[in-house]
């Protein structure tokens, strides 16, 4: 007993070290992050919004930090969550820095709080939700996407001139197409995961509902959207499709389609001038010289200096006029504080903290690889790669649309941009890869054959005991009568 105590002591002497070099990294870490906080704060106190930085510091600690101790306590990925909270704190900089008066910035608080509260919402609901991978769930969720999309088509309206692609609900405008980008992730992942391989029917459902995503933008006009989606559903047949014959004949088919649509589209615009007496038809030529444009005006925004091309060149011009810590010219943007953000960001703070936003966003796809490699469950693997992918792919397009590096679209910079809708949905997005990298989840499999033949061995024991019960109750009842 003795010499079992001194192991005790000696294990216990060699693992508090362990301990403490845990707890020491992780106070670094913060004061790290807390140190960056200080040096955020004073870059807006020296650019004159400091007071308006001031009232947002309650709610970006309260996010930041209370979202740091429940990541510690849940054991989740901290590295991801830290990119995050990097990524919010330069958001609130730059939102900071675009507000024409030094006050109390009430809107952007709401949209913080809102956003904490769907987020920490989001994170109780997969944990605990495992219908969610069911058939019925992914029935449900498909319905309302659909429904979604339906209710923008008839009752939306645009906003600050804009697609008509937002919901007034009690003075809130939200963008249901923010949430549907999240609900496609998880019907993909339950249509192509909750079994070993998904057969031709599951993979043919998965095409069918890319496809009814794909229409419903397209009728909106929500090009980035639509190629947000597009970039995803391949990423998800290339990852959770054994078979890549299945992703190259798709690929192919897309490309081509692509191709025949443009082609199409072109001969239109041409034959018509672009106008038609026909309601549905002038619908039609109104969308493709919409897209049209994106791409002309993408290579020569020159022709309408003043229209189409105008927002192109001036975020051009914005980032010729920065350098590496800010310049103190403000190009005027029409709409800074949303597609137009990174150009923004840069010419205010700099260079550098501009690329430090692009590995940023190149870290979050480093961890979320990470996770999706250390989940044992495939369709928590499909969501979180689904999710990951959807926030870099997102930051890429909107960081090369408004670079000119390609055509610009209409999406927000995840944790930069100020939307509502897309902050809330972010969160969302976020929340769920967290409580994924978490471990300890219900298993997405919803194959129950496995389960049924487990079922089946018991049940067979189970008989197999009875009867051994029931033989030697017989015998010692025999065995009575005789005495």
């Not at 004949?249 to 038609?276: D, E, F, H, R, Y």
Request: positive net charge.
């Amino acid at each position: 007993m003795a010499q079992k105590k001194k192991v005790a002591k000696k294990v216990q002497r060699t693992q508090r070290p362990a301990c403490a070099s845990k707890k020491s990294l992780g106070i670094q870490v913060l004061i790290l992050f807390i140190l960056f906080q200080l040096v955020s704060l004073l870059t807006v106190q020296i650019s004159g919004r400091g007071t308006a930085y001031l009232y947002m510091m309650l709610p970006l600690m309260i996010i930041t930090y209370g979202g740091w101790l429940c990541v510690n306590r849940m054991h989740a990925d901290v590295p991801f969550f830290l990119d995050t909270a990097m990524l919010l704190t330069f958001g609130t900089m730059i939102q900071c820095l675009l507000l024409k008066q030094n006050e109390m910035p009430t809107s952007l608080i709401v949209i913080y709080v809102l956003a904490a509260v769907a987020g920490v919402i989001a994170a109780i609901v997969y944990k605990h939700a495992p219908m969610i991978a069911s058939a019925v769930g992914t029935s449900i969720l498909m319905v309302l996407s659909v429904i979604l999309y339906m209710a923008t088509l008839l009752i939306g309206k645009a906003v600050g001139g804009g697609v008509r692609n937002w919901i007034n609900i009690a003075g809130f405008s939200l963008q249901p197409s923010e949430f549907n980008k999240i609900i496609y992730v998880l019907v993909m992942a339950g249509l192509l995961c909750t079994k070993d391989k998904p057969g031709r029917k599951r993979v043919w459902y998965a095409i069918g509902f890319t496809l009814v995503n794909l229409g419903f933008l397209g009728i909106q006009g929500e090009f980035g959207t639509f190629l947000l989606i597009l970039c995803t559903f391949l990423c998800m047949i290339f990852l959770f499709v054994p078979d890549i014959k299945v992703f190259a004949s798709v690929t192919a088919i897309i490309a081509a389609a692509g191709a025949a649509a443009a082609a199409c589209g072109m001969s239109l615009l041409k034959a018509t001038g672009g106008k038609s007496d026909f309601g549905p038809m002038q619908f039609v030529l109104n969308q493709v010289q919409k897209i049209a444009n994106r791409f002309i005006y993408w290579r020569d925004p020159a022709k309408d200096a003043q229209g189409a091309g105008y927002q192109i060149l001036q975020g051009r011009k914005a980032l010729l006029n920065s350098n590496l810590f800010g310049s103190s010219t403000t190009t005027p943007l029409s709409n800074p504080s949303n597609d137009m953000v990174f150009p923004a960001l840069t010419e205010r703070c700099g260079l550098i903290i501009a690329v430090m936003i692009c590995i940023i966003f190149g870290l979050l796809l480093i961890r979320g690889s990470r996770i999706y490699y250390h989940c044992g469950d495939r369709y928590h693997q499909a969501v979180s790669a689904g999710l990951s992918l959807q926030l870099v792919i997102q930051a890429f397009i909107i960081i090369g649309g408004s670079t000119g590096m390609m055509p610009l679209t209409g999406i927000t910079l995840p944790l930069i941009s100020r939307g509502g809708s897309s902050l809330m949905a972010t969160f969302i997005n976020i929340a769920v890869i967290l409580v994924i990298s978490a471990g300890n989840l219900w298993n997405g499999r919803r194959d129950y054959t496995s389960y049924d033949s487990k079922l089946q061995k018991a049940r067979t024991v189970h008989s197999k005991r009875i009867s051994h019960l029931r033989n030697r109750n017989r015998g010692r009842s025999g065995m009575d009568n005789t005495r």
